[in-house]
T-cell receptor, first 115, second 116 residues
C-alpha cells in the first residue's frame, strides 16, 4: 500500500530565510507526486506536481521540489520565505494503478514565519 | 462561479441526524472528488466521480455515507445517522481532466461538520 510521511509536524522559519519541507513516500513504482498549501479556513491550493521527466519541478509562489527516486523523497523548497507563506503544507501521492484522483496525503507540516 | 463552492460552510448536527453537504464544481469540470479531513490530519479520499458516474467509492467509511452527482455537475455527500467520529472538514475538489496523469487542482473551502 502506498503511504506518505512528512517527518516534520511543525517548522518555524525567519522571514527571508530558506525553507525545506520533507516528504517521503512508499510506493511500488514511481508515483505521481504533489505539494499543496492550505491556509486557515481555506481549501488546498496546488503548488506543484511531478509526473515524469525533469526531477526538479517549479511551482507557483516561488516554490520548487525535487524528486529523488533513490531516497523515495519529494522535498519542497523555497529560497526566501515571505510572511504570507505561513500555512500548512501537504505532500500527496497518486498511484499509477489506483483510480484517478485517489490521492494519499501526508499529515502535513505547519510552517510559522517569524519577523 | 470562479471556484469550487461548498455549502454550508459550517454544520452542527446532533448525533443520529442526517446531513447533506453540497458541492458546486467549476462549470465543465469532468472529475469531482470528496475528501474528509479530520482535525490535524491530511485529507482522506472518500469518493470520485467522472461526470455522473461514481468510479470509486472505496474511501467511504461506512454505508451511512452516500454521494451522488446525478447530472454530472453538482454533487451531494449525504451522511445518515451521524456519529461523533464523522466530525471533520469535508472537502470537495474538481478537475477539468479525467484521463491521463491525475490532477486534483481545485479544492473548495470545505464544510466543517461538528456532530454533538
Amino acid at each position: 500500500a502506498q503511504s506518505v510521511t512528512q517527518p516534520d509536524i511543525h517548522i518555524t522559519v525567519s522571514e527571508g530565510a530558506s525553507l525545506e519541507l520533507r516528504c517521503n513516500y512508499s510506493y511500488g513504482a514511481t508515483p505521481y507526486l504533489f505539494w499543496y498549501v492550505q491556509s486557515p479556513g481555506q481549501g488546498l491550493q496546488l503548488l506543484l506536481k511531478y509526473f515524469s521527466g525533469d526531477t526538479l519541478v517549479q511551482g507557483i509562489k516561488g516554490f520548487e521540489a525535487e524528486f529523488k527516486r533513490s531516497q523515495s523523497s519529494f522535498n519542497l523548497r523555497k529560497p526566501s520565505v515571505h510572511w504570507s507563506d505561513a500555512a500548512e503544507y501537504f505532500c500527496a501521492v497518486g498511484g499509477r494503478t489506483d483510480s484517478w484522483g485517489k490521492f494519499q496525503f501526508g499529515a502535513g507540516t505547519q510552517v510559522v514565519v517569524t519577523p | 462561479g470562479a471556484g469550487v463552492s461548498q455549502s454550508p460552510r459550517y454544520k452542527v448536527a446532533k448525533r443520529g441526524q442526517d446531513v447533506a453537504l453540497r458541492c458546486d464544481p467549476i462549470s465543465g469540470h469532468v472529475s469531482l472528488f470528496w475528501y474528509q479531513q479530520a482535525l490535524g490530519q491530511g485529507p482522506e479520499f472518500l469518493t470520485y466521480f467522472q461526470n455522473e458516474a461514481q468510479l470509486d467509492k472505496s474511501g467511504l467509511p461506512s454505508d451511512r455515507f452516500f454521494a451522488e452527482r446525478p447530472e454530472g455537475s453538482v454533487s451531494t455527500l449525504k451522511i445518515q445517522r451521524t456519529q461523533q467520529e464523522d466530525s471533520a472538514v469535508y472537502l470537495c475538489a474538481s478537475s477539468l481532466a479525467g484521463t491521463g496523469a491525475p490532477l486534483v487542482d481545485t479544492f473548495g473551502s470545505g464544510t466543517r461538520l461538528t456532530v454533538v
